[in-house]
């Protein structure tokens, strides 16, 4: 540990990595990170140190940035560590900032987890019944596993948050960005979305939009999509004007419909409902029959509209545990 | 009285793996248990998606080889629609992953790997990682890594949009195409990662095989299995990572299996037990047997080695070279020396490169016909791609409307999940001697036996380095009568 040099750590809760290799991605900055701060903890990278953390005083680290959802209780105490240990804490990416995809499993129940995964997919051994249970005996002595929350939770359920850096994952550029800003102590009010635009993705897109009518959704299987107009317009669903830019507009450049990854703008509660606000205002119809059938052009529309953001939503899932 | 020596947490598997070893009374290994706490759920959540969202949605198993899923998952969302696949798409495809096979190989290699015999298994843990090999080896080397990899990411984003989360295959092929000037840059690139990949091999060579110490620890260390291999081949026996025959060759070099995609749930099943939330898969013909060697088992390897192992050759010359010298090295092929898994890494890198290179020089690669519309929904598709950590299946129902109705994912490092406790066990029994207490370079060397398959529970092991924290505990009765750290 040295005085002068910013104490940070890094930590996954429920992830799959991509945030950390955003970080990589940053590629010779990660040299400049470790010249200016003593990177206390992050398990991907330097030893990571429960104890250590554990051991230090309230705010003694200048910075812990989480990426990874809240799926289990390990998860919810290293969170609750890191708060307390920590002067500012950063939600980083999807799953941290609103729950990300693996929230998608609030569309589900546990049991339908554990069933298809343990007793009814094709190529399980035939005849088990076995499920991985929190504790088993083994030679006359315990085996342990955490069982793991009925849903899954966004970061500031389980602990205040003083920033929030969205993405699946944060585009690198602007996780350097941010990162600089650390550095330089030039942080904005707590609460912030940082390493993002206040803008909807559209006004970052290159397609050229025109008057969106819309008389019949595609999927994106279903049509050879224009390289240069506006998804939406051609029919193609795209949570573009409901959804924050700042990542480049990296998908619908390369064809594919915005997702909304970077999560709803300034004030808006939840997304979905205003993807939904968004796309009923496009249909070009007053005939209830043929909206019905517009309509019946996006199935599963909750998959849709809460891509990112399940566990951030109203509702949160749908089934109540 | 019998003790339990708890490693716990090992947090580069996702922070929530952990290693309980049982003692007996003379204080030797009498069990080994390497449990995976994890599950996210993704079969069950991607049903009732559209089925074309699918490769979109499972690159989040894994951040960290996110264009494994995404191939894999857009091969079994083609078969789902009848599995016409623009013939320019797949090429492209092909030359998408070889980037990314260059991309995971060299930060599993240089990140994971190589402080341990950059720096030695049993040096100071605070300097065991990425950031003492940069500093052993020098800040213009490291910066050739940085680089290196930077540029394998930067072919992905350039071909297919992004490197990370991928999103360009769709049902039919890819939804943007290579433009000229696209091509014009990526090759510099990649007759810099082809140079790379040369200069990788003579790194191992100088510091790894001139080191008799690492030779011996490789050649007659405990770090072996007798399993089988399993792999991906082409038509010609030569390693494929992107399509092919699965094959399945014992460890005397016996075929015992080859199969195509759609048939292997014929041939693996998965076992479960009630400790781990990781399944078991094993050769179905043969049942499962427990966790047992020998030429009758029905555990197989799904990794490098495994996948040179089960080939006969490779399929671009500079890789044949390296094929050739490693197991010339390591006394004959097959092999059943697990750390040669980290040379096998470098051959494979190799042959990633070649290829890529041969895509680069394909006069058809910047066309534009890299898509076909499917015209009809068949209902089920089967994907297998070579995850770099191993053979990776995705298999999917759909209904008439193109929405998911099942999932099935068999996924690289489950494939070793049996070969892992059993090595893990192994080596744990080979070097914790009754009487002696273990200290942190034996906790590494445990360590290291796993970390030969590059394990990516949920993608996080092996993006970047050094030291996986431990905190073993001896337990006698209810009491810890002691406790090792290392780096936690």
Known sequence: ?321 | MSRKICIDPITRLEGHGKIEIFLDDQGAVEDCFFQIPELRGFERFVVGRPIEELPRLVTRICGVCPASHHMASAKAVDGCFGGEVAPLAVKLRRMYYNAHYIHSHIAHFYALAAPDFVLGPDADPAIRNVLGVVAKVGLEIGGAVIASRSKAQEIQRIIGGRSTQDIWCIPGGVAKGLKPEELKEIRPMVADLLEFTQFSLQLFRDVVLANPTYLDLIANGPYTLDVHNMGLVDSNDAPDFYDGQVRVVDFEGKELHRYEAKDYAEYVAEHVEPWTYLKFPYLKQRGWKGFKEGIDTSIYCATPLARLNVAERMATPKAQEAFEEMFATIGGHPSRLLLAQHWARLVEMVQNAETLQLYCDDPEITGDAYRVIPQHVTGEGIGIVEAMRGTLTHHYTCDANAICTSANLIVGTTNNNAPIQMVTKKVAGTLIRPGVEPDQGILNMIEMAFRAFDPCYSCATHSLPGEMPLRVRVHRGGEVTHEFRRGC
């Open chain 1, 1 to 321: 540990m040295t005085a002068d040099k910013l104490q940070i750590a890094l930590y996954w809760g429920a992830a799959c990595g991509g945030c950390d290799v955003a970080v990589l991605d940053t590629d010779a900055f990660i040299l400049d990170i470790a010249a200016a701060a003593d990177i206390r903890m992050w398990p991907i990278a330097v030893d990571g140190k429960y104890a250590d953390i554990e051991a230090m005083e309230d705010a003694e680290l200048d910075l812990a940035i989480f990426n990874g959802a809240v799926r289990n209780s390990e998860n919810e105490h290293i969170a609750k560590l890191l708060r307390a240990k920590s002067k500012v804490l950063v939600a980083f990416g999807s799953c941290a900032h609103l729950g990300g995809i693996p929230g998608l499993a609030n569309l589900t129940t546990r049991d339908e987890i554990l069933g298809t995964a343990y007793l009814h997919n094709p190529s399980l051994e035939k005849g088990s019944k076995t499920l991985p249970v929190p504790e088993s005996g083994v030679n006359g002595s315990t085996l342990t596993i955490p069982a793991f929350y009925k849903r899954v939770y966004k970061l500031d359920d389980v602990v205040p948050v003083d920033y929030y850096l969205p993405g699946c994952p944060p585009a690198a550029d602007q996780v350097k960005a941010v990162l600089q800003a650390v550095i330089a102590g030039e942080l904005p009010p707590p609460g912030s979305v940082v390493g993002a635009s206040d803008k909807a993705l559209c006004e970052d897109c290159v397609r050229v939009k025109s008057e969106k009518r819309i008389k019949q959704f595609h999927r994106p299987w279903q049509i050879m999509i224009d390289p240069d107009a506006c998804l939406l317009e051609q029919g193609v669903l795209c949570a573009g004007p409901v959804t924050r830019g700042g990542c480049g507009a990296r998908c619908p450049s390369s064809g594919i419909p915005c997702r909304g990854c970077y999560g709803p703008l300034d004030g808006v509660v939840d997304q979905g409902a205003k993807l939904l606000s968004a796309v009923v205002s496009v249909i070009d119809s007053q005939d209830p029959a043929e909206i019905e059938r517009i309509i019946d052009g996006l199935p599963d529309f909750t998959g849709f509209a809460y891509r990112f953001s399940m566990p951030s939503s109203l509702l949160q899932r749908s089934v109540r545990p």
